[in-house]
DNA sequence: GCCAACGTTGGC
DNA sequence: GCCAACGTTGGC
């Protein structure tokens, strides 16, 4: 089993929704690194967090977990949609989604700002400068050490 | 295949 | 809204 964090704009997509949901499917994804790594290493039951970026206290706000593995994300043969690409064929999708289903929203998030002040989690590629992936792996130790701080 | 220009991300 | 960082694009 595989541990990940997915980031999202609480105002576009946030846990609130996804628990109202139960479950998504993580469209929109147009980056070559974060699609390879949802098509060769993401797995059904992997264990996701939900990070809320670009907002007013940026974190950790939630747990879900993969219910699909890979497939063609949809909004790219869609010409109206903001993800429209008008060079991927039907026949070979150049552009994957994965479905997540709700777990937990925490009482309280897990803040960049601890985070950052935590020695033991310093080394988080969420955490690093400049990252800019949607979605990065966790180790299992990681995954338990924020788990920890969690409830 | 290099690299400048441009666009996007995301914390602050 | 600023700006650092990085990915993508396209001319050569």
């Not at 576009?12 to 499917?25: A, F, N, P």
């Not at 219910?67 to 991927?88: M, R, V």
């Amino acid at each position: 089993m595989k541990y990940w964090i997915f980031k999202s704009e609480p105002d576009v997509y946030g846990i609130d929704h996804l628990k109202e949901d139960k479950k998504t499917t993580w469209d929109g994804v147009r980056n070559y690194q974060v699609r390879n790594m949802m098509r060769d290493l993401m797995k059904k039951g992997d264990q996701v967090y939900f990070y809320h970026s670009s907002t007013k206290i940026p974190g950790i706000y939630g747990l879900c977990e993969i219910t699909k593995e890979a497939f063609a994300d949809p909004s790219q043969f869609d010409p109206k949609s903001q993800y429209f690409d008008s060079k991927s064929k039907s026949e070979d999708p150049r552009w994957l989604m994965v479905e997540v289903k709700f777990k937990k929203k925490f009482k309280k998030p897990l803040t960049l700002t601890e985070m950052k002040s935590r020695k033991d989690l310093s080394h988080l590629k969420i955490l690093q400068r400049g990252n800019r992936l949607s979605i990065t792996e966790l180790s299992k130790n990681d995954f338990d050490l924020i788990a920890k701080s969690l409830s």
